[in-house]
């Protein structure tokens, strides 16, 4: 079974929707990530988690939310969704300690088309 | 605020030949760099990362990677390309800020030829 999972792994939806999408873990790390992926501009961070109680902002949060419901779950909705947030998302995660957070282990993907 | 510029969005190279991936970063302070990569319809995964100690990196698949310093460099390198290399690879930097925050290159995509 696949360390980190997502779901949905497509979803389409219409404009002013609300989506929210789900990641789990069980490699059982403490933090956890949200990225976008869009063609020519790599990935890009939208929320990060270092443990349940501590949610950070990324450098493009704006239109997007997060709830981290347990160590292991950490959901990220679009509240209402516009086409241009149309991307491939990924969730990741990463160990605590010394040399250990530099490597993050990266989910399957959603790919989200908003029409 | 540490950056990495990847040059070529798209490098396509003959099965057994040398593959070559250009990376150039900025950081102000001795960087933590990565080479991630991304198969086809899959996530990301790490391939190598320079920590401060050699400067010539080995990684998974006969992948390696040298750290010069005085090109502000880290290029992706492989002696023989096979078709399975076939990917998506991004440069990553660690953010100084944050030691869990990378950020990305924009990506480069391998295509082999057969």
């Known amino acids: 079974d696949a360390d980190v999972t997502q779901t949905p792994r497509n979803r389409i939806t219409k404009t002013g929707k609300r989506i929210m999408l789900e990641c789990s873990q069980t490699?059982?790390?403490?933090?956890m990530y949200w990225y976008r992926q869009d063609p020519g501009l790599g990935l890009r961070l939208i929320y990060y988690s270092f443990d349940v109680k501590d949610i950070n902002k990324g450098e493009i949060s704006d239109g997007y939310s997060v709830s981290r419901q347990a160590q292991a779950k950490f959901s990220l909705s679009l509240e209402s969704a516009i086409p241009n947030q149309t991307a491939l998302y990924f969730c990741a995660t990463s160990e605590t300690g010394t040399g250990k957070t530099d490597t993050q282990y990266f989910g399957p993907g959603t790919r989200l088309t908003v029409l | 605020a540490q950056s990495v510029t990847q040059l070529g969005s798209h490098v396509s190279v003959s099965e057994g030949a040398l593959v070559l991936l250009r990376c150039n970063y900025s950081?102000?302070?001795?960087?933590?760099l990565f080479w991630y990569v991304q198969y086809p319809n899959q996530g990301l995964q790490l391939l190598l990362k320079y920590t401060s100690a050699a400067t010539l990196v080995k990684g998974i698949n006969d992948f390696e990677a040298e750290f010069k310093k005085s090109e502000t460099s880290f290029h992706l390198t492989k002696p023989s390309a096979h078709m399975s290399d076939a990917a998506e690879y991004f440069c990553?930097?660690?953010?100084?800020?944050?030691?869990?925050?990378?950020?990305f290159g924009s990506g480069t995509r391998l295509s082999i030829r057969p």
């Open positions: 990553a930097v660690r953010a100084y800020s944050s030691a869990s925050k990378i950020i």
């Open positions: 950081s102000s302070v001795p960087p933590y």
């Open positions: 490699k059982g790390h403490d933090r």
